[in-house]
């Protein structure tokens, strides 16, 4: 009764807007690991456990890396008999509470997911109807990140239910970030900002660089797809709210140079950097990608600005992200089944950026080049810039004013 008494209570609480109450929270794309690309419903209390230690011992903490996300299958089939969620028994027998213990004595946040809809995607209890027990259940566990999905949701205004557990969210004073999954349906990055801090622009990732529609079934997008989804987005993005191309495919069976051209554009496009594979075991390689510090400082640029794609030559793209201090960050991609070469005169492409209202012009100032994923300086702008990029590959910059 007691409960009941406290969320009437709360529901009519007039609070500030979501942006107002989390000023503080994601000012940069977060950055994580979740449980579905690699384990769908298959996890339990020792695996995520694992993965905890394996984000720490790996270095992926060091690297910036903080969440621990539980995605779908983590419930019971039902609600218990005061209507409130609960975990399943066999999975996670010490319940939720003592797993996101356990990942913050590491130094890590913890985060979890649920649906808008009356069942989650793999039809466990949904949210619709129990916003605000649902959300206080929440914050008694200890969460720190709650990841939104869109099932079984026929007749729901996805606004109007994204709303109402964001503000459900609010009124527990814990900071919890809020990651909106509509997968773009009803264009969320228009009105995203003062319901939460990410949301979903595409259908799900799959593991392919380009994934051919089947008209017969659902499939997943590729890398190349997604990013052609974001790329005119960029207007929505920046600081607290962040446009989020899906999770990373990274160490998931894709080759190195899809892997190393999957997590250049993810931080060119300024995205939220949530790994999806197996972090218990990894190859020197993935690691390598997913802790690139240089990659991961552009994606973690205190500007938020989203990259820009520049130019489209045969294949060969050029995008632009401008960052703190007058630097900049620029990634040739390679979208093409054979190598390309690149010849770039510097001083022929004065770049405006409308959006940030910079300018980069090597006729007025000089920049130096870092390969960010070589580590090896390029020269400097000064003379035109030549090189042969693979097949879905990169070649990464970063620009520092001299």
């Given at each position: 009764m007691k409960r009941i008494f406290i969320?009437?209570?709360?529901?009519?609480?007039?609070?500030?807007?979501?942006?107002q109450r989390n000023k503080s929270l994601a000012l940069t794309p977060p950055m994580g690991w979740n449980s579905w690309n690699t384990f769908g419903t298959n996890i339990n209390e020792k695996l995520i456990k694992e993965v905890a230690d394996a984000m720490v011992s790996s270095g992926m903490k060091a690297a910036g890396y903080k969440y621990i996300i539980i995605d779908d299958g983590w419930e019971a089939h039902h609600r218990d008999a005061h209507q409130d969620l609960v975990a399943d028994p066999k999975k996670f027998p010490h319940g939720i509470k003592a797993l996101a213990d356990y990942i913050h004595s590491l130094g890590l946040k913890f985060g979890i997911y649920n649906c808008a809809g009356t069942m989650t995607c793999a039809r466990y209890p949904g949210g619709r109807g129990h916003e605000y027990e649902d959300?206080?259940?929440?914050a008694q566990w200890g969460v720190d990140y709650l990841k939104y999905d869109w099932c079984?949701?026929?007749?729901?205004?996805?606004?109007?239910?994204?709303?109402?557990?964001s503000k459900a969210l609010r009124v527990t004073h814990r900071p919890i970030v809020f990651s909106l999954c509509d997968w773009g349906f009803d264009k969320p990055w228009v009105w995203g900002k003062s319901v939460g801090n990410l949301w979903r622009v595409s259908n799900d990732i799959g593991k392919g660089w380009y994934i051919k529609p089947n008209p017969h079934k659902w499939t997943p997008l590729g890398i190349s797809q997604i990013i052609d989804i974001d790329a005119p987005l960029r207007q929505y993005a920046g600081p607290g709210h962040w446009n989020d191309?899906?999770?990373?495919?990274?160490?998931?069976?894709?080759?190195?140079?899809?892997?190393?051209?999957?997590?250049?554009?993810?931080a060119m496009l300024a995205a939220p950097l949530i790994a999806g594979n197996d972090l218990r075991h990894m190859s020197k390689e993935t690691v390598s990608v997913l802790t690139n510090k240089g990659v991961i400082a552009v994606d973690q640029d205190s500007?938020?600005?989203q990259g820009l794609r520049y130019q489209v030559n045969d294949s060969l793209e050029t995008w632009v992200k401008p960052l703190e201090h007058g630097n900049w960050a620029v990634c040739f991609l390679n979208r093409a089944s054979a190598p390309?070469?690149?010849?770039?005169?510097?001083?022929?492409?004065?770049?405006?950026?409308?959006?940030?209202?910079?300018?980069?012009?090597?006729?007025?100032?000089?920049?130096?080049?870092?390969?960010?994923w070589t580590n090896k300086s390029e020269g400097t702008t000064s003379r035109t810039l030549k090189a042969e990029i693979p097949s879905h590959d990169v070649l990464m910059l970063y620009l520092k004013k001299k």
């Open positions: 969320v009437t209570l709360l529901i009519v609480v007039s609070l500030p807007t979501y942006a959300a206080l259940t929440y079984y949701t026929k007749g729901i205004n996805p606004e109007e239910a994204y709303l109402t557990m191309p899906d999770m990373l495919e990274v160490g998931n069976g894709l080759p190195v140079n899809e892997d190393r051209a999957h997590f250049s554009m993810w500007l938020g600005i390309k070469k690149l010849k770039f005169n510097w001083k022929d492409h004065t770049i405006t950026d409308t959006l940030s209202h910079r300018i980069l012009d090597a006729n007025k100032s000089k920049y130096t080049l870092r390969n960010l």
